[in-house]
């Protein structure tokens, strides 16, 4: 592939990798800040050309696209649902059930909303919900994207004059945005439900109008937008790294194993940062 | 009748041109390509295994930029076909060696993959628009199966309906024949004839085309011009007459052709 997408490959330097040992841990280091730079700057170029893509072909070829952006979005959100209901009852019992009874045996049903919305709303729901729409989306999108370039239809796709940004990165980065916007609240909501279950289960005397109560009282309109944020951001960079590595450099298929551990190792690294700077931003509000 | 100065253009015209890997972008295959292709042409450039077809055919196609020289399709200078130049790039069709199909469509699917998107057609109304396709190309009756459940020899086919779907001027077809039964290889040359003639799919216009192959034999004839590739140069050839004359090694290689001891290259 000789479009947009190969420049990315040629930046990143395959020889850095590939370099014997260095001598020195500051040299060691020094390559690994560089190689962490490279990653970056592709990355970071590949989102912007996905989103110049999303907003210049909005209206091309939609009878093609739009269905598959439906089918990202079933694979993506709907069809995980179970799995998602599923997590958020255990972490609701385990996380939050436990945390409020804890909290009621000392009497301090004050924090309570503080901490539910503190933990399961601004941090567990969206990260967790991120990590597991990697794991059962991501490392297949870096799959099916590895194996589509080394049996060569990105080649394909350009002989036809599709672009193979709009037609295979787009509605997966789209499908896995709304998915995982989507099941973060499904997440959140199940879990703070069968958080009062297990609460109510261990008789603490406390009542589904002073949890909720507690817990809306805790929340502002700040948690509401980035919550939204953050959810969308987890899910669209979970999307563009596993793109990313699965389609801008040439693989032949014996590497697809190796970019799909490298690519789920990056998601979960992108989200830790971006947790991280949603976390200044809520210091801030 | 007079020509427009459209039909004027030639389809390809390179002079000078080198040309890269694929996969190696650092590395020239081919160097002072000059080589110009006339509308309705039928080209057959022959090389052995490895020496650059498929990378000589992609920079024809537009799919990778050259390294030096200049390239015209149809009078337009070109590098390599970028957004802008979606109109030159429909006017051509490319058969990959490998076919490239995508393995989780159907064979009619991967076929109506470039109308639907380039036309906006939805699922029924692009299966409806190749079905004539389909026909002609005898891919009917495993238009619903994957190509994983597909012996190669359709993957070809399938390939180069893909191609003609956008009903394009020029044809490239990377060694079409490479892999193929007796009978499949029989359809191809007799395809690829009618198509260079005028072809009723396509309207009865005469499509220019350019294969490439590791075997000169099947396409002997009297309407294709032969090239060579040959220590990173390109040889024109002239008529399968003057390639059965040629004393080039290689080209008797390339006919199989009985050679003395020490002639192989």
Redesign the interface.
Same mark, same amino acid.
């Given at each position: 592939m000789?479009?947009k997408l190969a420049s990315f490959f040629?930046s990143e330097k395959k020889w850095l990798r590939r370099a014997p040992l260095p001598r020195t841990y500051s040299d060691f280091l020094g390559r690994k800040l560089f190689v962490f730079l490279l990653t970056a700057q592709g990355i970071s170029a590949f989102a912007l050309i996905t989103l110049a893509v999303i907003i210049r072909k909005f209206n091309v070829?939609? /009878?093609?696209i739009r269905?598959m952006m439906r089918r990202e979005i079933a694979r993506a959100g709907v069809r995980l649902l179970p799995m998602y209901l599923f997590v958020a009852i255990v972490l609701g019992f385990l996380a939050i059930g436990e945390t409020v009874a804890a909290a009621a045996r000392l009497g301090a049903f004050d924090y309570i909303g503080t901490v539910m919305v503190t933990v399961v709303v601004r941090e567990l729901g969206p990260l967790l919900s991120a990590v597991l729409a990697l794991a059962r989306v991501g490392a297949a999108n870096v799959i099916e994207l590895g194996? /589509?370039r080394a049996?060569?239809?990105v &080649? /394909?796709l &350009? /002989?036809?004059?599709?672009?193979p940004i709009h037609?295979l990165v787009v509605p997966k980065v789209i499908g896995m945005t709304l998915g995982v916007f989507s099941l973060t609240i499904y997440l959140i909501l199940t879990a703070l439900a069968s958080g009062y279950l297990f609460v109510f289960l261990q008789n603490v005397p406390l009542t589904p109008g002073v949890y909720c109560a507690e817990i809306a009282s805790s929340l502002g309109w700040q948690d509401f937008v980035l919550l939204a944020l953050k959810s969308c951001t987890f899910g669209f960079f979970v999307g563009i790294v596993s793109c990313y590595h699965g389609l801008a450099q040439?693989l032949r298929l014996d590497d697809v194993s190796r970019v799909t551990v490298r690519a789920t190792t990056e998601c979960i690294f992108v989200c830790v940062l971006i947790d991280a700077l949603f976390f200044f931003l809520y210091f801030r509000a | 009748m007079k020509e427009t100065p459209e039909q004027t253009k030639k389809p390809i015209e390179m002079q000078g041109v080198s040309v890269a890997a694929v996969?190696e972008?650092d590395f020239v295959v081919l160097k002072d390509v000059n080589w110009t292709v006339g509308t309705g042409d039928f080209w057959v450039v022959g090389a052995p295994q490895h020496s650059g077809k498929s990378d000589f055919l992609?920079t024809a !196609?537009g799919?990778?930029?050259l390294v030096a020289g200049s390239y015209k399709f149809y009078g337009n200078p070109t590098r390599? $076909?970028?957004?802008s130049r *979606?109109a030159d790039?429909?006017r051509m069709g $490319?058969v $990959?060696d490998?076919s490239?199909? $995508?393995?989780y469509l159907t064979v009619a699917e991967n076929v109506a *993959?470039?109308l639907?998107?380039?036309q906006?057609?939805?699922?029924n109304d692009a299966m409806a628009a190749i079905d004539e396709l389909l026909t002609v190309t005898q891919l009917k009756p495993v238009a619903e199966v994957r190509p994983p459940d597909l012996a190669q020899s359709w993957h070809k086919r399938a390939g180069l309906a893909? !191609?003609l779907v956008?009903r394009p001027d020029i044809l490239l077809a990377d060694n079409p024949l490479g892999a193929l039964d007796a009978r499949h290889s029989f359809w191809w040359r007799s395809f690829l004839e009618e198509l260079s003639s005028g072809h009723a799919w396509l309207r009865e216009k005469p499509v220019t085309i350019v294969v490439t192959t590791d075997d000169f034999r099947p396409w002997r004839g009297d309407r294709p011009k032969f090239a060579l590739l040959k220590d990173h140069t390109f040889v024109p050839l002239g008529s399968w007459k003057q390639v059965q004359s040629s004393d080039e090694p290689l080209v008797k290689e390339l006919l199989a052709a009985p050679m003395e001891a020490g002639q192989l290259t």
């Open positions: 000789q479009g040629r070829a939609p /009878a093609v269905p194996t /589509a049996l060569g239809n &080649e /394909a &350009e /002989a036809a004059g599709i672009d037609y040439p | 996969h972008p992609m !196609a799919l990778v930029p390599i $076909f970028d957004e *979606l790039r429909l $490319f $990959f490998h490239q199909l $995508f393995h *993959l470039p639907s998107y380039h906006n057609l939805g699922e893909r !191609a956008l």
